[in-house]
Nanobody, 126 residues
Framework: QVQLVESGGGLVQPGESLRLSCAAS????????IGWFRRTPGNEREGVVC????????YSANSVKGRFTISRNTDNHTVYLQMNGLKVEDTGVYYC???????????????????WGQGTQVTVSS
């Protein structure tokens, strides 16, 4: 049974950092692309970053490029989202998702993903 569990959210001030974790079970990371998405207040769920099943290809949305980084540890079946230089507009619920997609690409649209975690709240406020 595929399961994704996010953790690491919290309340931080602008400019600070957070690292989110997505613990995967029921599959191995080499078989699925993983994406991080977020739903900010008043907006639809949007793609933030993703990593291909090969671990080679990564995508970052323009709004987070240079600040957010996705990585993974295949030994402990965990995907990370390192968020630096957080802004108030980064506030929202962050989700990780998985899709059975092999190769050097990861989809960036939420509807492409089959499995979702429950989400973790990130609040950036002074």
């Amino acid at each position: 049974q595929v399961q994704l569990v996010e953790s690491g959210g919290g309340l931080v001030q602008p400019g600070e950092s957070l690292r989110l974790s997505c613990a995967a079970s029921g599959f191995i990371l080499d078989t699925r692309a993983i994406g991080w998405f977020r739903r900010t207040p008043g907006n639809e769920r949007e793609g933030v970053v993703c990593i291909s099943s090969s671990g080679v290809w990564r995508y970052s949305a323009n709004s987070v490029k240079g600040r957010f980084t996705i990585s993974r540890n295949t030994d402990n079946h965990t995907v990370y989202l390192q968020m630096n230089g957080l802004k108030v507009e980064d506030t929202g619920v962050y989700y990780c998702a998985a899709v059975d997609y092999s190769g050097d690409y990861c989809p960036q649209i939420p509807s492409n993903y089959d499995y979702w975690g429950q989400g973790t709240q990130v609040t950036v406020s002074s």
